[in-house]
């Protein structure tokens, strides 16, 4: 599995940006594409997931409401919507895969074994 996230950038507190994930990958049976950040200074966090042959998502706590997963089938890409962004939302965000995650494990960022290579979120107050 190949990841390439982009999307990422500067934007104002309150404004909007949607990442994307470009997923390279021999079969797309189980596979289950998530979300995390991780701001400085600060451990990595899990924002959602979702498998990609079915509608489920996983959202983290704290983040639901303001950032959603989606995925277009057709161009093999994930997405991370995210609204109202807030300063506390820099951070260097990272898309992973894995297969075959039931829904209780997919917020462990041990449990994936491929990674994007991060894009940089600066919102500014």
């Known amino acids: 599995v190949q990841l390439q996230a982009s999307g990422g950038g500067s934007v104002q507190a309150g404004g909007s940006l949607r990442l994307s994930c470009g997923v390279s990958?021999?079969?797309?049976?189980?596979?289950?594409m998530a979300w995390f950040r991780q701001a400085p200074g600060k451990e990595r966090e899990f924002i959602t997931a979702a498998r990609w042959s079915a509608a489920s998502t996983n959202y983290g706590g704290s983040l639901k409401g303001r950032f959603s997963i989606s995925k277009d089938n057709a161009k093999n890409t994930v997405y991370l919507q995210m609204n109202s962004l807030k300063p506390e939302d820099t951070a260097v965000y990272y898309c992973?895969?894995?297969?075959?995650?039931?829904?209780?494990?997919?917020?462990?960022?041990?449990?994936?074994?491929?990674w994007g290579q991060g894009t940089q979120v600066t919102v500014s107050s």
């Open positions: 992973a895969a894995a297969y075959r995650l039931i829904v209780s494990s997919m917020g462990n960022e041990r449990n994936y074994q491929w």
């Open positions: 990958a021999r079969t797309f049976s189980d596979l289950v």
